[in-house]
Nanobody, 125 residues
Framework: QLQLVESGGGLVQAGGSLRLSCAASGRTFSGYARGWFRQAPGKEREFVAAISWTGSSTYYADSVKGRFAISRDNAENTVYLQMNSLKPEDTAVYYC??????????????????WGQGTQVTVSS
């Protein structure tokens, strides 16, 4: 059974940093792009960042560009989201996902096949 498990969430003050991890198990994600999404209370889930299988291409939502960085370690089957200069509006449940689709889809937050359960990030003002 394929699983994605997020970790690293927590409570941080505005301006602080957190690093989220998403470990995959149950199968290989060879060839899969990986992404991060978030959902704040009362809002729809939104795309945050994505990274290609090789890690050579990354994509970000405008709201996090310059503050967040996505990376991956394929040997560990793990993807990371480094979040700096956090703002209260970054408060949300963060989800990782995996996609077999082309970059014209996954870079826009579309056609993801597998999802994690989410990790809570709370940024206090």
């Amino acid at each position: 059974q394929l699983q994605l498990v997020e970790s690293g969430g927590g409570l941080v003050q505005a301006g602080g940093s957190l690093r989220l991890s998403c470990a995959a198990s149950g199968r290989t994600f060879s060839g899969y792009a990986r992404g991060w999404f978030r959902q704040a209370p009362g809002k729809e889930r939104e795309f945050v960042a994505a990274i290609s299988w090789t890690g050579s291409s990354t994509y970000y939502a405008d709201s996090v560009k310059g503050r967040f960085a996505i990376s991956r370690d394929n040997a560990e089957n793990t993807v990371y989201l480094q979040m700096n200069s956090l703002k209260p509006e970054d408060t949300a449940v963060y989800y990782c996902a995996a996609s077999q689709a082309g970059s014209n889809w996954y870079a826009k937050g579309l056609r993801y096949d597998y999802w994690g359960q989410g990790t809570q990030v709370t940024v206090s003002s």
